[in-house]
């Protein structure tokens, strides 16, 4: 993962899809809901980014300037709101 945690995931909180006019690109965007199981502190991490920041439900609904798309909040507000999918909708095939 890019900020160095360690996830395992529990459910699927939905599926998201935008597409950002100004770029011409679509998102396709997953949300999952877990439990951080560990941390690898001394990983460099990728490219832009630069820490893990914890929020306040209030305080990301206050910087929604800030997001990368409109799908930040709305996977927030789905987690929030007790959306939750098993994760056997999801196939793996090795």
């Known amino acids: 993962e890019e900020s160095a945690y360690?996830?395992?995931?529990?459910h699927?909180?939905?599926i998201y899809r935008w597409h950002?006019?100004?770029?011409?690109?679509?998102y396709?965007?997953?949300?999952?809901?877990g439990t951080l199981t560990g941390q690898?502190?001394?990983?460099?991490?990728d490219t832009g980014i630069l820490r893990a920041v914890w929020l306040t439900?209030?305080?990301i609904r206050s910087h929604r300037?800030?997001?990368r798309s409109p799908l930040v909040l709305r996977c927030?507000?789905?987690?929030?709101?007790?959306?939750?999918?098993?994760?056997?909708?999801l196939v793996h095939y090795d």
Do not use: I, M, N, W
């Open 12 to 14: 699927l909180v939905g």
């Open 76 to 89: 927030l507000e789905d987690y929030l709101a007790g959306k939750r999918y098993p994760l056997d909708l």
């Open 6 to 10: 360690h996830f395992a995931p529990h």
């Open 20 to 26: 950002a006019p100004e770029s011409d690109t679509t």
């Open 28 to 33: 396709l965007r997953f949300a999952f809901t």
């Open 65 to 67: 300037a800030r997001h």
């Open 40 to 45: 690898e502190a001394e990983r460099v991490l």
């Open 57 to 59: 439900p209030d305080e």
